[in-house]
C-alpha cells in the first residue's frame, strides 16, 4: 500500500484558473490520495505549466468561437484535470518531470473515461457534452474479453489559435468507454442498477460530476466493490471513481528533446522512480507500428465506504502515445508534419492492455 499524504481540495467547477494549484483540504468521496513512494517531494507544491506547439487538424469537425462557448469548455477540462492531478500525485510528479526537460513543450493526445453502460450512464452521458462543443464521433472498439466498448470523439478542426499552455493548447482526443452491464452477472448488475438508479437524473451532469470530483450515486458497501472487483475490476474501479478522469496522454512525439522517442521516455521514466504498466510489455505497439503507448501503474487512494469501512482502491494513471507518420507522408521534411499527417484513432489490443493499469496484478507488483 503507498504511503498517505495530506488531502487535497478539488477545484470548483467555476474556478478555472489557467495554472494548476493544490489547496490544503476536501472533503470530495472522503478520499485521501495515495503518494507515490519515489515522486519528488519538492514537486507537490510547484505550480503546473503545461504548453505544445502542434494544433490537431480535422477539417470536416465543427468550429467553436475562442471567445465565446470554447472558453467555457476548456474551463470544463482545466477542472476535470485539477481533479485528476489533485488525487494522484504520480501523474502530477511526471508532468512536472517532463515539463522541467521540455521547458513547457506538453499536449495532450486524449483523455479518457469510464461508464456504465445502463440506465443512461453509459458511453452517451460524457459524450453528449464533447459533442455539444464541437467533437465528432468515430470509429468504436469493442473489447469481448472484458465485457467493454469504447467510442472515441476528435476535437473541432480550429480548436487551436497559436500554442497554448495545458488545456489551452490544441484539444485532445476524447476516448470514453462503457461496461456493458447486461453482460455481467445477476449481481453485479444488481449493484450497477442499484446505485445508477438511486442517482435519478444524475447520468445528465456526467460532466460537472467529473468537473467536482463527486459521484453522482452515493458512497457504495464496501462488500458490493469487492462483488464487482470479483469480477470485473473496470466494474469496481466506475462505481469508486465515477466520471472522475481515468488518465490523461502524453503526446510524445510532440515533445521537443530526445523524450519525443515513446522508448526513451519511458526509460526516462523507470529511471525517475515511477513503475509503468508491464501488461503485454512495457511497449504497446499496434500491427501496423505506427501507434505506440504506455502507461504508468495506476496511484492508490483511501475510499471510506458507507459501512464505514475505508480501504486503498485504484485511481488513475497517465499515460504516453507517440503517433508515427503515414506512409505517404514519410517523405515530409519534418518541420513541416502535422497532426493530420500521423496515425490516427486506436488500437483495441493495445487500448486492452493499457486499461491494466488500474488492475490489482499490477498495482501489486514487485519491480
Known amino acids: 500500500m503507498f504511503a498517505t499524504t495530506k488531502s487535497s481540495t478539488l477545484s ?23 503518494k507515490h513512494p519515489s515522486s519528488p517531494g519538492h514537486l507537490a507544491s510547484r505550480t503546473l505549466h503545461v504548453s505544445c506547439n502542434s494544433p490537431l487538424q480535422h477539417a470536416s469537425q465543427r468550429s467553436l468561437s475562442i471567445e465565446g462557448g470554447e472558453g467555457f469548455f476548456r474551463g470544463v477540462l482545466e477542472s476535470m484535470q485539477s481533479v485528476y492531478l489533485n488525487r494522484n500525485p504520480t501523474a502530477k510528479a511526471i508532468l512536472e518531470l517532463v515539463h522541467s526537460v521540455e521547458n513547457n513543450s506538453i499536449c495532450y493526445d486524449h483523455l479518457a473515461f469510464r461508464t456504465f453502460g445502463v440506465n443512461g450512464y453509459g458511453i452517451d452521458s460524457m459524450a453528449s457534452f464533447f459533442l455539444d462543443y464541437g467533437y465528432s464521433q468515430r470509429e468504436e472498439l469493442i473489447f469481448p474479453a472484458k465485457k467493454l466498448r469504447a467510442l472515441w470523439f476528435s476535437p473541432p478542426a480550429d480548436s487551436q489559435a497559436g500554442s497554448g499552455s495545458g488545456i489551452d493548447g490544441p484539444l485532445p482526443r476524447i476516448f470514453i468507454s462503457e461496461l456493458l452491464v447486461d453482460q455481467m452477472s445477476p449481481q453485479t448488475q444488481e449493484i450497477i442498477r442499484k446505485y445508477t438508479e438511486s442517482s435519478g437524473d444524475g447520468n445528465k451532469y456526467a460532466a460537472l460530476a467529473s468537473s467536482l470530483g463527486h459521484l453522482t450515486w452515493e458512497k457504495p458497501l464496501y462488500s458490493e466493490f469487492q462483488q464487482l472487483a470479483s469480477e470485473s475490476e473496470y466494474a469496481a474501479w466506475t462505481l469508486v471513481n465515477g466520471y472522475a478522469l481515468n488518465h490523461v496522454t502524453i503526446s510524445t512525439h510532440r515533445l521537443n528533446t530526445h523524450l519525443k522517442d515513446i522508448k526513451a521516455l519511458n526509460q526516462f521514466i523507470e529511471e525517475s522512480g515511477f513503475r509503468l504498466n508491464s501488461e503485454g510489455g512495457l511497449l504497446k505497439v499496434s500491427p501496423d507500428g505506427l501507434l505506440q503507448q504506455s502507461s504508468t501503474v495506476a496511484d492508490s487512494i483511501s475510499f471510506q465506504f458507507s459501512d464505514d469501512i475505508i480501504e486503498s482502491v485504484p485511481c488513475s494513471y497517465i499515460e504516453f502515445a507517440e503517433r508515427l507518420v503515414l506512409p505517404q507522408y514519410r517523405n515530409l521534411p519534418d518541420t513541416e508534419v502535422k497532426e493530420f499527417h500521423r496515425r490516427d484513432g486506436f488500437e483495441v489490443a493495445s487500448a486492452d492492455k493499457i486499461f491494466e493499469s488500474t488492475s490489482k496484478e499490477q498495482l501489486s507488483r514487485v519491480g
Open 12 to 34: 470548483s467547477f467555476f474556478f478555472f484558473s489557467r495554472t494548476i494549484s493544490v489547496p490544503s483540504k476536501s472533503n470530495f468521496w472522503n478520499l485521501v490520495p495515495m
